[in-house]
């Protein structure tokens, strides 16, 4: 398995840190012979039961971080690396193409360089997010990430019907770099075409539900950003205002709970919502929803 890592590693160009400590925490784990039978265990039934639910091991984890004196948030990013070998075999066994393996597997690095600029830790402080990429039910395909779900509302988008519980393509934005409407593009044609089963000829079908879609915006990022441009893709059909402020840490990392006046000013990003929060301003996320067919954003 370390061969594995190395290899898994160098592929995703990982810090050379962070290999160092999760090659030094599988070896703890490998010396503790309870907390490895525990992990073994687990990942052999991931291996072997089709129907097992990836988050009802994660309180076997913490007990195996407990034994072994090593983060929860570092053995769940062990957990998903030693099924990544498993999972490859899954999507190659439901012809997914090895590119879309890759790319969903890439998410690791994603969400770990995450949890390492907020907790100091390179692992993975959100398993329960990282399912769907083991159980296939969630996808990368370039630059975003899909899956399907229902929608939630009915609405009436350029004279097209979407009814409440319409299969919808879901889309999610990783950290991963700069959002281009050019890459969005080229991801929609990839997500279209893998979900066409869902939607015949008809339009497809693309939702999503992100702080990136805050209507606000408008009103005060610069007018070359590229979340302005992404917003403009959708028509944004709800707004939620969030007075807890949740989604701060995706701008501010662990800065986030800083008196206002003392939040980061690294980024334009940073330096437009530092102002607009200085001005006592909400927060929050909204909805939006597209239809997209022949390679276009219809309506």
Request: glycine fraction near 4%; charged fraction near 25%.
């Amino acid at each position: 398995m370390i061969d594995y890592f190395i290899d898994f590693f160098e592929k995703y160009d990982y810090p050379k840190q962070a290999i160092k400590d999760l090659l030094s925490s599988y070896q703890t784990l490998l010396s503790n012979q309870d907390a490895y039978s525990i992990f073994e265990a687990i990942v052999k039934q991931y291996e072997l039961d089709d129907r097992f639910i990836i988050k009802n091991c994660y309180p076997q984890l913490e007990e195996v971080a407990s034994k072994t004196n090593l983060s929860p948030y570092t053995i769940y990013l062990l957990f998903f690396l030693s099924l990544s070998k498993i999972t490859k075999e899954k999507y190659i066994a439901k012809n997914y193409s090895i590119e879309i393996f890759y790319e969903s597997m890439a998410d690791l690095k994603y969400k770990m360089l995450e949890c390492y600029k907020i907790n100091n830790i390179y692992g993975n402080r959100v398993p329960w997010w990282e399912d769907g990429f083991f159980d296939l039910t969630r996808v990368a395909l370039g630059r975003l990430q899909y899956e399907i779900v229902e929608q939630d509302t009915t609405l009436v988008i350029g004279g097209h019907l979407i009814s409440k519980g319409d299969s919808v393509i879901n889309m999610h934005i990783p950290s991963s770099g700069p959002l281009t409407v050019q890459d969005c593009m080229d991801s929609f044609c990839k997500a279209a075409e893998f979900y066409k089963e869902y939607f015949k000829e008809r339009p497809t079908v693309f939702v999503c539900h992100s702080w990136l879609l805050f209507p606000h915006h408008l009103e005060f990022l610069p007018k070359d950003s590229n979340i302005l441009n992404f917003m403009k893709l959708f028509t944004i059909y709800n707004t939620e205002f969030d007075e807890k402020k949740s989604d701060l840490w995706r701008i501010f990392y662990n800065e986030e709970n800083k008196p206002i006046s003392e939040l980061p000013r690294t980024t334009s990003l940073q330096r437009a919502y530092a102002d607009w929060l200085l001005n006592s301003k909400p927060v929050g996320c909204g909805k939006g929803i597209f239809l997209f067919q022949d390679g276009k954003i219809i309506s």
